[in-house]
């Protein structure tokens, strides 16, 4: 939005404003009176107003206040030849976001105007990188350690670097990659989300690569690959820590050479994407490990940035639960003891497992919820240890209880239990069947 009003009763003056204008890029509507660039201010958007204070039909002033009641985000330039530092103060002080006076300083009046572009321009950014904060569920809160990412975010998304987003689950990765996506140039081209550990290995490079008729047993048509499909937008690999080693090879030269070929194919195919990768894991010590790939690493850590646990910013834990409570109970009270043992727990599940028990307190509850409604696995004050027959069923009961607060440290995430736990993903999948989680 490069549109100007100006409201200018000299002709003179306006048409050599309107030349300026033109000559940097913008372009201008001139009204007359202030009858009509009120009525111009209700018809459209501007980025700014230049508002002559002398007026054959009212008051500059009485203009600004008009108009700002009209559109409080609209900046408006007072500009006149009678100017005096009286004058100035009351105009700042109904509203206006500058004075001056005539002759104009075309530089200085550029200068102006290139700063209220920027300010517009970070209003929309901001804007929406809070709508995408506000999908799904939420990254609220003021706490400095939220405030550092989110401003990594911003100055990341104008560019076209590779980002890798760190943070335990449930801390909002793809929400953040979501957000980047939505500030970059690629906003109007496709967001593709990939999750590295929920598909299997020996389907994964397919769904990334896409694969040619009869590349394999029933491959009776051509399949275009996730990779394929997000060209000139931005790929999500989430989860990107659990790729097999000969997948992040093939990954590795992606992001090198910008091309590929279909599973069954020798036809390269360029792509132009940009990558964000996302981890819950140490990706450095699966390194030194020798289950990652250390250059795949480097390619990928351009530009990391560490999402907080909610333990490491619990001063946002009543901020997000009064967001919660807004979203899914209305009205909803909450006790402070309540609150209180809110605020004591950990949150391994981070900002996913705080809104599941919210929600599920406002649920229990019939009026304010206390702490008999706020049900936290795993508070040492409410467990209770049973007692046993034999040292067969306590080593039963511990297995289970070990698995269970592993797969909710994960989130369910089977593959990334199993890795925990040192046991196989078959291992633990039996374990679960067999113990009924």
Known sequence: MRKILLIEDHQGFARGMQRLFKKN????????SG????KAV??????????????????????LKKMVSIDVQLPVIIITAYGTIENAVDAMKSGAYDFMTKPIDPEYLMIIMKRIADEKRREIEHQILKDELEKGYEIVGRSEVLKKALDLVDKVAKTNATVLILGESGTGKELIARAIHRLSPRRQYPFVPINCAAIPHELLENELFGSE?????????????????????????DEVGDLDLSLQAKLLRVLEEKRFERLGGIKPI??????????????????????????LYFRLSIFPIHLPPIRARKSDIPILVYHFLRRF?????????????LLGYDWPGNVRELENTVERAIILSSGEIKPEHI???NV???????????????RRWAERMVIEQVLRKTNGNRKEAARILKVSYRSLRQKIKEYNI
């Open 25 to 32: 890029g913008y372009e201008v509507r001139w009204e007359k």
């Open 35 to 38: 009858r009509s660039g009120i």
């Open 42 to 63: 209700e018809e459209e958007q501007f980025l700014v107003c230049l508002l002559d204070l002398k007026l054959p039909d009212m008051n500059g002033d009485e203009v």
């Open 213 to 237: 008729r009869g590349a394999y047993t029933g491959s009776v048509s051509r399949k275009i690959g996730k990779l394929e499909s997000a060209d000139l937008g931005t790929v999500f690999l």
């Open 270 to 295: 360029e792509v132009d994407v940009r990558f964000i990768a996302a981890s819950n894991r140490d990706l450095k010590r699966l390194v030194a490990e020798k289950r990652f790939r250390e250059d």
């Open 329 to 341: 109970g209305g009205d909803r009270k909450i006790s402070e003891e309540a609150m209180e043992k």
């Open 375 to 377: 049900l936290i696995p």
């Open 380 to 394: 040492p004050e409410e467990v209770e240890t049973p007692s046993f027959k034999d040292l067969k069923e306590a």
